[in-house]
């Protein structure tokens, strides 16, 4: 089991940390009293185990990749951190400690936008936001020397946050971007849901060849026909080639989820056909993609 241990000041971004990693299929706990991490660890790596007379691949992937959120929230409890990290070790659990801070001008000035309190304002009333953060610095300051990872995010976006924790954690950071393909027919209605809308409607309609009209483009003669056109051929390279080309921008300003729809008329035909080749193009170029056939 991969384990990482995400901590650090607050306000230095670890809810978006811990947002990046969900995406990515961590299973990930938030505010978890430090005397907890070995207990849950065991029970992770429990989860982990295939079952009995199961094939390897149909083992449990929950606690495969797990993050643990423990922070200066915890209060006093906080200062049992160090001695659940031992017992870790002690176990023979590997582990990776992710520390995120951030400079005090920036700390402040995003408590004042989130209007959010710092944890330590909330434990000691009457104690100033920089007052908190300065203490918490010296509370967290044994724990950021023996992090495996130490990122400062003061001069980072959201959206190059994110960038960072998935270059760093991503099986396959091309995978962090899951794209969404339908076919549609614009007599039902266009999805409420979809970022591109591609009309192939301009081409050449099988429902009007008889031997194809109750077929789909899932068949090799719908899909031969849709194809023959010269039209249907350049069309469909300059939709790829857009598509190709958007797709690491989109991934690079944090977006996790595209989708993209193609409709033509009833949705059973020129739609199909091109949902499912701009799949295989997405796939063969690295990146997660699930087609779905609505009028079908």
């Known amino acids: 089991m991969r384990l990482l241990i995400v901590t650090g000041i607050s306000g230095a971004g ?5 947002n990046a990693l969900e995406d990515m299929g961590w299973l990930c706990v938030d505010n978890l009293p430090p005397r907890l991490a070995p207990a849950f660890a065991q029970l992770l790596r429990n989860a982990a185990e295939p079952v009995s007379g199961a094939p390897a ?9 797990a993050a643990i ?16 990290l031992d017992a870790l070790r002690a176990e023979g659990q590997a582990y990776e400690l992710l520390f995120l ?10 408590f004042k936008e989130t209007r959010r309190q710092h944890p330590l304002c909330a434990q000691q009333p009457g104690l100033g936001v920089s007052e908190a953060i300065a203490a918490e610095r010296r509370l967290l300051e044994p724990l950021r020397a023996c992090a495996s990872i130490t990122l400062d995010t003061s001069q980072l976006s959201p959206a190059q946050c994110r960038a960072r924790i ?22 039902a209605g266009t999805p409420r849901d979809c970022d591109l809308l591609f009309d192939v409607r301009c081409l050449p309609n099988p429902f009007y060849v008889p031997e194809l009209k109750e077929r789909t483009g899932l068949e090799p ?38 989708s ?21 193009a997405v796939r063969g ?12």
């Open 221 to 258: 003669d719908v899909y031969d026909y849709v194809l023959s056109f010269e039209e249907s051929r350049e069309l469909l390279n300059k939709i790829q080639d857009m598509l190709l080309f958007l797709l690491p921008l989109y991934q690079k300003e944090g977006k996790n989820t595209l």
């Open 166 to 187: 998935v270059e760093r954690f991503a099986e396959n950071p091309q995978r962090t971007l899951r794209v969404r393909l339908c076919s549609f027919g614009f007599k």
């Open 69 to 84: 959120v423990m922070d200066a929230r915890a209060g006093a409890a906080f200062s049992e951190v160090y001695g659940a």
């Open 57 to 65: 691949k149909s083992s449990n992937f929950v606690g495969r990749r």
């Open 14 to 18: 670890k809810s978006r940390a811990v």
């Open 101 to 110: 801070e951030a400079d005090d001008e920036t700390l402040s000035r995003r």
């Open 285 to 296: 170029a690295g990146y997660e993609a699930h087609v779905e056939h609505r009028d079908i």
């Open 260 to 280: 993209a729809a193609f409709g033509c008329t009833g949705g059973r035909h020129r739609s199909v056909v091109f949902a499912e080749v701009v799949a295989e």
